[in-house]
């Protein structure tokens, strides 16, 4: 903690330049040795910058040298936090602080409470560089890193919340933090937070920050069909609930209610909705024509429905559910050892008329495929020798093939899609997302990037490849007919 009183004198003052100068030429002085020492093969360095750090440190805790003060006030209290600080030290992190201290060597800052009570860990990073942080202080400290123009912790905490997306948190934090990205402008974090929400949303779904959802925030997800969820059916129940607690306008119900996808919710399952849900009574005039849609749907062979209606939008298109009809989990335990594969089953489409049609699909896993432009060719010596390939070379490859053709298959195409799940912060959750169409068998760029040869690496829990795959049934139209 700064120290709250005394006067302090001008000699002091004038250390407290003098350090601050001191600081500066010894940063100056080892930029300069090492280029000195670069070339030299017994060169060392002496680095005593954890002392130096010490030191600063101290100089804020005692304000010895102090040449400025800092009144922190709030309108919660009458009293106001002082820091005794130095003006140099400020202005070098700060091109405010550099402009309110021209002057004057005493300033009144006025900050809400969340802010103010976090600004002795501000100001310590501006004499030390490092600050440690907790999830609900994230958005205060960004907050304070913006106001006062200290770049690099901005970076740092827009840094810090995307990396910690996963972390546990009683009421929850990604929402918040999606709201916050929206009001700043900052699209990255915002995209970030949006984008996990999506592939993780059964766990928003139940949990506490469900409630905060915005109608902006709601739709978009709505929208989206990369949305990772057991089923639609969970998905209208969280829909249902949200509706029920935030009780908006009719428009906006109507809007939120057409993006569910009813046409992927059994027929069993809707007749229970219209008979027990209230919010669908309350409103079934705005999607009685899309209940009614759906059921069609179920009641008549695909391709005969297709021939009336569009099924070519995302009323008719699969999110990503996890349930056991749309695909399989797939753990494979040391995936760098050696090639692995896998069966499973799905129901042929969303459609009650495919219900009790299966597809088989076999999946290949390989850890060190080679692209062609890698594999072994023969030089243009005399012996013919094959130029050998390194192992590091290769990259994951996963192919997903049905095991069967059939009739049945007319006007269905298949989009597949396989989730990552990673440990972050002690949760499994979706990190990565890979999809193709029927017309390829595999994802170009699965795990490109990924090094499944290290035990710490980050696609890797207890040494094993966690996987999900997603068998997406799209039908299309063969035939047009005329209404």
Request: hydrophobic fraction near 40%; charge should be positive; glycine fraction near 4%.
């Given at each position: 903690m700064a120290r709250l009183t005394g006067a302090q004198p001008v000699a002091a003052r004038r250390w407290g330049c003098v350090a601050s100068a001191f600081l500066f030429l010894l940063l100056t002085?080892?930029?300069?040795?090492?280029?000195?020492?670069?070339?030299?093969?017994?060169?060392?360095?002496?680095?005593?910058?954890?002392?130096?750090?010490?030191?600063?440190?101290?100089l804020l805790q005692n304000g010895n040298g102090s040449d400025s003060v800092l009144r922190v006030r709030t309108a919660a209290s009458d009293e106001a936090k002082v820091f005794h600080t130095h003006q140099l030290l400020l202005s070098l992190q700060s091109e405010v602080f550099e402009s309110l201290l021209h002057n004057q060597s005493?300033?009144?800052?006025?900050?809400?409470?969340?802010?103010?009570?976090?600004?002795?860990?501000?100001i310590r990073y501006l004499y030390c560089g490092g600050v440690s942080i907790l999830l609900h202080q994230a958005i205060p400290m960004h907050q304070l890193a913006?106001?006062?123009?200290v770049w690099g912790l901005q970076r740092g905490v827009a840094d810090y919340m995307k990396t910690h997306l996963a972390s546990e948190s009683s009421q929850g934090h990604v929402v918040g933090w999606y709201h916050y990205a929206v009001r700043i402008g900052d699209a990255a974090l915002q995209e970030s937070c949006l984008q996990f929400l999506a592939w993780n949303l059964s766990a928003v779904l139940g949990s506490a920050e469900w409630g905060s959802v915005s109608v902006e925030l709601l739709l978009l997800l709505l929208e989206r069909s990369d949305l990772v969820l057991h089923s639609e059916l969970e998905l209208y129940t969280a829909v249902e609930s949200w509706l029920s607690r935030r009780q908006p306008e009719g428009p906006v119900a109507k809007r939120v209610l057409r993006a569910i996808r009813y046409p992927m919710i059994a027929p069993s399952q809707l007749f229970r909705l219209q008979?027990?849900?209230?919010?669908?009574?309350?409103?079934?005039?705005?999607?009685?024509?899309?209940?009614?849609?759906?059921?069609?749907?179920?009641?008549?062979?695909?391709?005969?429905?297709?021939?009336?209606?569009?099924?070519?939008?995302?009323?008719?298109?699969?999110?990503?559910?996890?349930?056991?009809?749309?695909?399989?989990?797939?753990?494979?335990?040391?995936?760098?050892?050696?090639?692995?594969?896998?069966?499973?089953?799905?129901?042929?489409?969303?459609?009650?008329?495919?219900?009790?049609?299966?597809?088989t699909w076999n999946v290949l896993f390989s850890p060190r495929w080679l692209p062609v432009s890698l594999r072994p060719v023969y030089s243009d010596s005399v012996s013919g020798a094959v130029q050998p390939a390194r192992i590091e070379d290769g990259r994951p490859r996963l192919v997903i093939t049905p095991a069967m053709s059939s009739p049945d298959f007319a006007g269905v195409s298949f989009q597949k899609t396989v989730l990552v799940g990673v440990r972050q912060q002690g949760r499994v959750v979706v990190k990565h997302a890979y999809s193709f169409h029927q017309s390829s068998d595999e994802a170009a760029d699965f795990l490109a990037h990924a090094d499944l040869q290290k035990r710490t690496s980050e696609y890797l829990i207890d040494n094993s490849l966690h996987l999900h795959i997603i068998i997406?049934?799209?039908y299309h139209s063969l035939i047009k007919v005329k209404k």
């Open positions: 002085v080892q930029a300069a040795q090492k280029a000195d020492l670069s070339g030299d093969a017994t060169a060392a360095t002496i680095n005593h910058s954890l002392m130096l750090l010490q030191r600063l440190q101290e005493t300033i009144t800052l006025h900050e809400p409470p969340e802010t103010a009570a976090l600004f002795e860990k501000f913006s106001k006062y123009r008979v027990q849900s209230p919010v669908l009574a309350r409103h079934y005039g705005a999607v009685q024509d899309l209940l009614f849609q759906a059921f069609q749907f179920h009641a008549a062979p695909p391709l005969h429905f297709a021939k009336y209606f569009d099924v070519n939008c995302s009323m008719f298109l699969p999110r990503n559910y996890l349930a056991p009809s749309w695909g399989s989990q797939w753990v494979i335990n040391n995936p760098a050892r050696d090639d692995r594969s896998t069966s499973f089953q799905t129901q042929l489409g969303p459609s009650s008329h495919d219900a009790g049609k299966r597809v997406k049934p799209v």
